[in-house]
Structures are given as structure tokens and as C-alpha cells.
């Protein structure tokens, strides 16, 4: 199989829970402001953001940039460190959250879908080689070929959380949480998705490579846009 081209080298992921009472609110921001601030940003690609059909936390949301370096920018530290009004009203209805800057280590397929499925490890866990081996050379291949799927991808941690001592960070009512590794498979509906990933990923094929615990979601694709994408 060729290799996919693409610019993205990496994603910062989040995985984040909503306070009820802030909810609709807290979805409004996303759509209309925050999203797409964040795809303004230099080396942004494009934004996508997730509903869970199952699993927690209940939004994901996924950037891809050029590169990690991206995320420890000027430009990146200046949108947290000079949040918008409303930023500042949405920040606290965030918890359980999980935020991390994932460097691309293997990605197969060209399109995006509209479900997705998450793995990531408890946090602390890190990637054993025997894992990584399966992933990029077994996995993702074969997942690929399933029916329904557009896509997947393995990802590992570069660095901490990118919010970090950030003002917008410091909105928040508790401190992030991160991951050192994350694999995504994309396809067209929730029961194409959810069987190729139970007949290639399955629960027991983590752990006899040494992945321990797995967090697993199933995600509908909310908003997503891209960094030339802008207002008419």
C-alpha cells in the first residue's frame, strides 16, 4: 500500500466532558467561534469536533497541524493567553478532560468519515514497541480494507499538554489530563465502524501487546472545517 500524502504531522486531541447547564451554550461556541479561531492559527490544517455515540467523555475534538512545534508557537500561545469573552464564559462547563499534542506515526486512507472510533490508553501509558510493530505493519492495513472505513491513524505524545500555564488553562476547573498515544479509525456508519474495529482492534489484541488499559469511544462528526475555509 502507498503511503498516504499529506501535510498534517501532527494533532492536538481532546477529549472533554460539558457541564449540562452550559451545554448548549458550550456547543454554539464551538461551532461558531472557537473551531475556527483555532484554524486561523498558522500550521492549523483543519478542525473536527465529535459527539459520542458511546464511551466518555462525550466531545472529542481533533486539529491537524504541520507539525508539533505549532502548538508552542507565538501565534498558538497568543489565542490562550488572550481569550475571546466568550471563551472566558465557556472555559469552566469543561471537565474531564484530556488534551495532548500527538505526533503522526502511521496513517492510512484519504478521507475522513463521518464516525470515528477513539483509542487511547489510561494516562501514563506509554506505547510498548511490540504495539507500535502491530499497529503501523498489521492493524491499520487490515482495518483499512474493512468495509465502511475511510481511514485510520496511530499517534504518540510529543510533548505536555499545550495549554499549559496558559491563560485559558487557567480557566478551567481542573487540570487536564494527558495521553501518550491515541489510534482513530474513520468510516461512513456506526455498525461498519464499530465491526471492523471489534473483528482488527479488539479489546484482547491491545493487551497482548502491551497496551493495558484502552479507553474506547465511538464519535459522530459534529462541525469540521479546514484553514482555507473562510466566512463569505
Known amino acids: 500500500m502507498d503511503p498516504v500524502t499529506s501535510k498534517a504531522n501532527a494533532v492536538l486531541a481532546v477529549w472533554t466532558d460539558a457541564k449540562v447547564e452550559a451545554e448548549a451554550d458550550f456547543n454554539e461556541w464551538y461551532n461558531r467561534?472557537?473551531?475556527?479561531?483555532?484554524?486561523?492559527?498558522?500550521?492549523?490544517?483543519?478542525?473536527?469536533?465529535?459527539?459520542a455515540i458511546s464511551g466518555r467523555p462525550r466531545y472529542m475534538a481533533l486539529y491537524d497541524t504541520t507539525g508539533a512545534d505549532i502548538l508552542s508557537s507565538a501565534a498558538y500561545r497568543g489565542a490562550l493567553d488572550n481569550p475571546t469573552s466568550w471563551t472566558q464564559r465557556i472555559m469552566p462547563s469543561f471537565y474531564n478532560m484530556t488534551r495532548s499534542v500527538l505526533d503522526i506515526q502511521a496513517r492510512?486512507?484519504?478521507?475522513?468519515?463521518?464516525?470515528?472510533?477513539?483509542?487511547?490508553?489510561?494516562?501514563g501509558k506509554a506505547a510498548t514497541p511490540a504495539l507500535e510493530q502491530w499497529l503501523k505493519e498489521t492493524a491499520?492495513?487490515?482495518?483499512?480494507?474493512?468495509?465502511?472505513?475511510?481511514?485510520?491513524?496511530?499517534?504518540?505524545?510529543?510533548?505536555?499538554?499545550?495549554?499549559s500555564?496558559?491563560?485559558?488553562?487557567?480557566?478551567?476547573?481542573?487540570?487536564?489530563?494527558?495521553?501518550?498515544?491515541?489510534?482513530?479509525?474513520?468510516?461512513?456508519?456506526?455498525?461498519?465502524?464499530?465491526?471492523?474495529c471489534q473483528s482488527i482492534l479488539p479489546r484482547d489484541c491491545f493487551q497482548e501487546h502491551g497496551a493495558g488499559t484502552v479507553y474506547r469511544g465511538?464519535?459522530?462528526?459534529?462541525?469540521?472545517?479546514?484553514?482555507?475555509?473562510?466566512?463569505?
Open 33 to 51: 467561534q472557537h473551531l475556527n479561531e483555532r484554524s486561523d492559527v498558522p500550521g492549523f490544517l483543519s478542525g473536527r469536533r465529535y459527539r
Open 108 to 123: 492510512v486512507g484519504r478521507g475522513y468519515g463521518s464516525i470515528a472510533a477513539s483509542f487511547r490508553p489510561r494516562p
Open 140 to 163: 491499520l492495513p487490515l482495518v483499512l480494507e474493512q468495509p465502511g472505513i475511510t481511514g485510520a491513524q496511530f499517534l504518540k505524545s510529543n510533548q505536555p499538554s499545550s495549554a
Open 165 to 196: 500555564g496558559s491563560t485559558e488553562g487557567s480557566l478551567r476547573t481542573e487540570p487536564d489530563a494527558s495521553i501518550e498515544w491515541a489510534v482513530f479509525v474513520e468510516g461512513t456508519e456506526p455498525a461498519l465502524v464499530r465491526t471492523a
Open 218 to 232: 465511538l464519535y459522530r462528526l459534529l462541525y469540521g472545517n479546514d484553514a482555507l475555509r473562510k466566512d463569505f
